[in-house]
């Protein structure tokens, strides 16, 4: 089920919508990486392009990042990461 979320970027107030999965992913990289979720809100929103849709920047952040740490992890256990 998505659920709308509220936060402000940049002094205004802005809406995305997202199945909770990826809010909680989204908080756990903020906490992994030392952010509030509200910086790491304000970075995707910095690093998409004018076109993206907010919403969907944050789905496809939460992938990389996860892709990344499989690699990682992959890496670390001596197998090579997935295709």
């Given at each position: 089920?998505?659920?709308?979320?509220?936060?402000?970027?940049?002094?205004?107030?802005t809406s995305f919508s997202l199945e909770p999965a990826f809010h909680d992913e989204l908080k756990g990289?903020?906490?992994?990486?030392?952010?509030?979720?509200?910086a790491l809100l304000r970075e995707i929103d910095d690093t998409r392009g004018p076109d993206d849709n907010l919403s969907s920047a944050l789905r496809l952040h939460v992938l990389e990042w996860l892709k990344q740490k499989a690699g990682s992890v992959s890496a670390e256990d001596g197998h090579a990461p997935s295709a």
């Amino acid at each position: 089920m998505i659920r709308k979320y509220s936060t402000t970027l940049h002094g205004h107030r802005t809406s995305f919508s997202l199945e909770p999965a990826f809010h909680d992913e989204l908080k756990g990289i903020a906490e992994e990486r030392g952010l509030t979720l509200a910086a790491l809100l304000r970075e995707i929103d910095d690093t998409r392009g004018p076109d993206d849709n907010l919403s969907s920047a944050l789905r496809l952040h939460v992938l990389e990042w996860l892709k990344q740490k499989a690699g990682s992890v992959s890496a670390e256990d001596g197998h090579a990461p997935s295709a």
